[in-house]
């Protein structure tokens, strides 16, 4: 069972910055892709910015030159560097792994995990 614990959300003045990090822990055979989310109060979750598990990086249209994911694949961690940070940045921050788990011996399954949320409050 694959298992996401994020860190680093809490509060910022406008034009601050925020480094989230989303630590993967359980059997992980293959990463497919790591991303980020958020979801503000009232709206639906959307997607903040995605790394594939060959390195290919997708953002959305807010995000672009604003916000840079990056990743640590020997710790299976995924990080979101957010800079120029705006009240409508305040959301939930969601993490989410997706790729194969298990091993030889208990056999392969494909997994599609999401970490618990931190918050991300953007106020002065």
Not at 9 to 25: D, H, N, T
Not at 79 to 102: E, H, W
Request: proline share 2%; with cysteine; hydrophobic share 30%.
């Amino acid at each position: 069972q694959v298992q996401l614990v994020e860190s680093g959300g809490g509060l910022v003045q406008p034009g601050g910055s925020l480094r989230l990090s989303c630590a993967a822990s359980g059997s992980i055979f293959t990463l497919s892709a790591m991303g980020w989310y958020r979801q503000a109060p009232g709206k639906q979750r959307e997607l903040v910015a995605t790394v594939s598990g060959g390195g290919r990086e997708t953002y959305a249209d807010y995000a672009l030159g604003r916000h840079t994911i990056s990743r640590d694949s020997a710790k299976n961690t995924v990080f979101l560097q957010m800079n120029s940070l705006k009240p409508d940045d305040t959301a939930v921050y969601y993490c989410n792994f997706r790729g194969i788990t298990g091993t030889r011996s208990t056999g392969f399954t494909n997994f599609d995990t999401w970490g618990q949320g931190t918050q991300v409050t953007v106020s002065s």
